[in-house]
């Protein structure tokens, strides 16, 4: 995600769209597709749009859930982080 800050919105949307290479990576004109976090043998994949981003930069309360029940069977869990906003609460 450092992406978007380092680089700005143009050329992170360049470079997804080299590493992907999926119509299916963006959102509108927005990477949705963000990147891959590996840490040991564990590696997690990493989605938000540029509107998602910036609700949870803005955010002063951050929700956070896991399941392990609903994920594809070559994944182990999904893990999604939420903030509140007008009211409700949105994955972001």
Do not use: C, N, W
Not at 35 to 41: F, M, R, Y
């Amino acid at each position: 995600m450092r992406e978007a800050t380092t680089y700005g919105r143009k050329a992170v949307r360049k470079e997804t769209q080299r590493r992907s290479g999926s119509r299916f990576a963006f959102i509108g004109q927005s990477p949705f597709y963000r990147g891959q976090v590996t840490a040991g043998d564990d590696t997690a994949l990493v989605f938000a749009d540029y509107a998602q981003l910036d609700l949870l930069r803005a955010a002063s309360l951050v929700y956070i859930d896991s399941t392990f029940r609903v994920v594809p069977t070559s994944f182990y869990q999904l893990f999604t982080v939420f903030v509140p906003y007008a009211e409700h609460t949105f994955p972001v």
